[in-house]
C-alpha cells in the first residue's frame, strides 16, 4: 500500500512508511516523497478580453501546440490564438469562446454554483498525487496522478474541505492518469498524451478524454504538517465527436444541445486531419487542491 502525503513529511511519519524512526531529516528539506491533494475549487477558464484589429484577445489557459496562431496557419485551422493574462502568446482555449452562448442557457453563475455544490458534497472527488518531489522550487523529475476520489468528505465550521483527510482512487468508474512533469521555480509543469477528467455533477456522469493534456500548478507549503496546496491550469483537446456524444447525454434543453453541437466543429483548433479539418477544441479548467492522504493498494 502506497500513502502518498505522509511518507517523507516529518520524521515522525516515517516509522508508519516503513523507514527508520530516527531518519535525520526535517520538513523543510525532506528526501523524495509523494505528496497527496484534493480538489476543492473548479472553474472553465474564461475569455477575459475580445481581439481586436490590433491585438488578439484575452483568456486564460495554456499554449498547447508551442505556437502563436495568428488566424493564418492550417495547423489550428485558422484560428486565432490568445494572449494570456500574464502576457505570454499562443493561449489555446476555444471553448472558452462557446461559455458565453451556454450561460445565456443556464445562467450567468449558474456553471460555477453547480461546480462548488458538487466538490462540497463529494459529487465531484477527484484527488491527485505528486510523486518523486524533491523539492518545491525545483526538481527536474516528478510525476503527477490524477484520477476519481473514494472517501468521504468532512467540512469545517464555514464550509471548506478539513485538511489532510484521506481518500483513495475510484478505478472502477475513472482511469487514473499519469503525467510527467518537472517544478521549475515553484511551479509543476506536466503532461500527458491523454489523461481523464471525472465529471460528477447533478445528473451529468461522465470521464472527460483530454489529449495532449497540459498542466500548470503552483506548489505552496502548508506549514504545519508540510503537505502541499496546489493551484493552476489543467488544459488540452477535447475531440469533437467526444463533445457531442457528451452533449447528447446531458440533461439540457434540445435548444442548448444544438446549439453547442452545431458550434463546436467551427471552433475546433487541434489534430487536424488529411483534410486539414480540426478534430479537437483546446479547453482548459482552473483548479485548487488542499493537502490529502491518499492511500493506493496498485
Known amino acids: 500500500m502506497k500513502r502518498a502525503l505522509a511518507c517523507g513529511l516529518l520524521p515522525l511519519f516515517f516509522s508508519a512508511c516503513g523507514g527508520d524512526a530516527e531518519v535525520n531529516q526535517t520538513a523543510d528539506q525532506p528526501e523524495s516523497a509523494d505528496y497527496g491533494a484534493v480538489l476543492t475549487f473548479a472553474t472553465f477558464a474564461q475569455q477575459l478580453e475580445q481581439p481586436t484589429d490590433t491585438?488578439?484577445?484575452?483568456?486564460?489557459?495554456?499554449?498547447l501546440d508551442d505556437t502563436n496562431g495568428v488566424g493564418e496557419d492550417a495547423a489550428s485551422c485558422f484560428k486565432k490564438d490568445f494572449n494570456g493574462p500574464d502576457g505570454r502568446t499562443g493561449i489555446d482555449n476555444q471553448f472558452a469562446v462557446l461559455l458565453p452562448l451556454?450561460?445565456?442557457f443556464v445562467g450567468e453563475d449558474n456553471i460555477d454554483v453547480l461546480l462548488e455544490a458538487a466538490i462540497a458534497n463529494g459529487q465531484l472527488l477527484i484527488v491527485m498525487e505528486l510523486q518523486g518531489l524533491d523539492n518545491l522550487?525545483?526538481?527536474?523529475d516528478v510525476?503527477?496522478?490524477?484520477?476519481?476520489?473514494s472517501g468521504s468528505v468532512l467540512q469545517d465550521t464555514t464550509g471548506a474541505y478539513e485538511l489532510y483527510q484521506t481518500f483513495g482512487y475510484n478505478r472502477e468508474e475513472a482511469p487514473v492518469s499519469e503525467f510527467d512533469g518537472y517544478v521549475k521555480d515553484g511551479k509543476l509543469y506536466a503532461h500527458a498524451d491523454e489523461a481523464w477528467l471525472p465529471v460528477r455533477v447533478l445528473?451529468?456522469?461522465?470521464?472527460?478524454?483530454?489529449?495532449?493534456?497540459?498542466v500548470e500548478f503552483e506548489?505552496?507549503?502548508?506549514?504545519?504538517?508540510?503537505?502541499?496546496?496546489?493551484?493552476g491550469v489543467v488544459s488540452g483537446g477535447i475531440n469533437v465527436e467526444d463533445f457531442k456524444d457528451i452533449v447528447a447525454g446531458l440533461n439540457i434543453s434540445s435548444d442548448l444541445q444544438k446549439l453547442a453541437t452545431s458550434v463546436i466543429g467551427g471552433t475546433a483548433d487541434l489534430a487536424p486531419d488529411?483534410?486539414?479539418?480540426?478534430?479537437?477544441?483546446?479547453?482548459?479548467?482552473?483548479?485548487?487542491?488542499?493537502?490529502?492522504?491518499?492511500?493506493?493498494?496498485?
Not at 137 to 140: F, H, I, M, P, T
Not at 203 to 214: C, I, K, P, T
Not at 219 to 231: A, D, H, I, N
Not at 274 to 298: H, M, N, T
Open 219 to 231: 506548489l505552496t507549503r502548508e506549514q504545519q504538517v508540510g503537505g502541499v496546496f496546489v493551484e
Open 55 to 63: 491585438k488578439p484577445g484575452v483568456a486564460e489557459g495554456l499554449n
Open 203 to 214: 445528473d451529468a456522469d461522465f470521464n472527460l478524454h483530454v489529449r495532449g493534456a497540459r
Open 274 to 298: 488529411a483534410d486539414g479539418v480540426c478534430q479537437e477544441v483546446s479547453a482548459a479548467l482552473k483548479f485548487r487542491a488542499s493537502p490529502a492522504y491518499i492511500l493506493d493498494d496498485e
Open 143 to 149: 510525476k503527477l496522478r490524477l484520477g476519481g476520489g
Open 102 to 104: 451556454i450561460k445565456t
Open 137 to 140: 522550487e525545483d526538481d527536474a
